[in-house]
């Protein structure tokens, strides 16, 4: 007659198949990558995040109040927004697809954001990016912000532009960066002196904002 195994035994001889045949641990990390990015997500963080997107249905943006600063913004220059954040088209693009996302809330500096802000002006600035850097046949991005006065910040309210960028689209690469911060001083001096558009007028921005609110549907 056999004798049973000891309990000890029977354990280490069933332990390897009960581990084969336990379910893989899901990936802890979604990966998005460009050919300029290469971003690492924690999975909780982006569904979490993903509870304040909202529908960026013409209708709804419409209805909606946006500021920028102390300025009003105008709801048809807006193509995409969650409850915490929204993203606009420029007064004057420094490259096609040259946007700016922001914070719903008035906030002057990005260590002001509250962690859910940041999660989700930074989620709204790759989901963004991604589109516009497909629509626009680019190959590349870049994601700015000018945090401070001495940063070049001229808008007191925190915002990241988001451009698509191709090869030579700048001589010298770090030349976008002198050309964005001269674009925040005419960008300040348009909002303050509320002169005549001459670059792109509402209709031109209306334009473009209607086509990229497509992307998002």
């Not at 001269?182 to 348009?190: F, M, P, R, T, V």
Request: with cysteine; proline share 8%; glycine share 2%.
């Amino acid at each position: 007659m056999l004798k049973p195994l000891p309990l000890f035994s029977s354990l280490k001889f069933i332990a390897p198949f009960l581990h084969l045949q336990q379910p893989p641990t899901p990936p802890r990390f979604l990966v998005h990558s460009t050919a300029a990015t290469l971003t690492r997500v924690p999975s909780n963080f982006a569904r979490a995040s993903s509870s304040f997107e909202q529908p960026p249905t013409e209708a709804n943006m419409d209805s909606e109040s946006y500021m920028f600063g102390t300025y009003k913004i105008d709801p048809r220059e807006v193509f995409y927004s969650t409850q915490l954040s929204y993203a606009l088209v420029n007064l004057r693009p420094l490259v096609p697809g040259h946007v700016l996302v922001c914070p719903r809330r008035e906030v002057k500096r990005f260590l002001e954001l509250s962690a859910d802000e940041t999660s989700d002006i930074w989620l709204t600035a790759q989901k963004v990016g991604c589109q516009l850097e497909s629509y626009h046949n680019a190959s590349s991005l870049t994601f700015a912000i000018q945090d401070g006065p001495q940063a070049g910040q001229t808008v007191p309210h925190v915002h990241i532009h988001v451009l698509p960028r191709k090869s030579g689209d700048f001589e010298k690469n770090d030349e976008i960066y002198d050309a964005i911060d001269l674009k925040e001083k005419e960008l300040k001096q348009k909002l303050d002196l509320d002169k005549e558009r001459k670059d792109r007028s509402i209709a031109e921005m209306t334009e473009e904002a209607d086509e990229y609110r497509k992307l998002f549907l």
